[in-house]
């Protein structure tokens, strides 16, 4: 019998599984802002929650500034 560690080898779950599984059971949500099953201001709600956690995106790749919810 051959066993392997979760995570190697295998099937690899379906990226949907994986999110649902992540808010059930960790109270973590990743969301896309190009997801279609959202409204137009549930989209934008994400990109600002998006923002204000971790600065605009794109910002590092051109050389902007990131914001620190530290400071």
Do not use: C, I
């Not at 960790?26 to 279609?36: K, N, P």
């Amino acid at each position: 019998m051959r066993w392997t560690p979760p995570g190697y080898g295998g099937q690899r779950r379906p990226p949907e599984e994986v999110k649902r599984d992540g808010w059930r059971e960790q109270g973590l949500l990743a969301v896309s802002v190009d997801d279609r099953r959202l409204t137009w201001p549930e989209r934008e709600f994400v990109k600002q929650l998006g923002n204000k956690l971790y600065g605009s995106r794109g910002a590092a790749q051109h050389g902007g500034e990131r914001h620190d919810p530290r400071t």
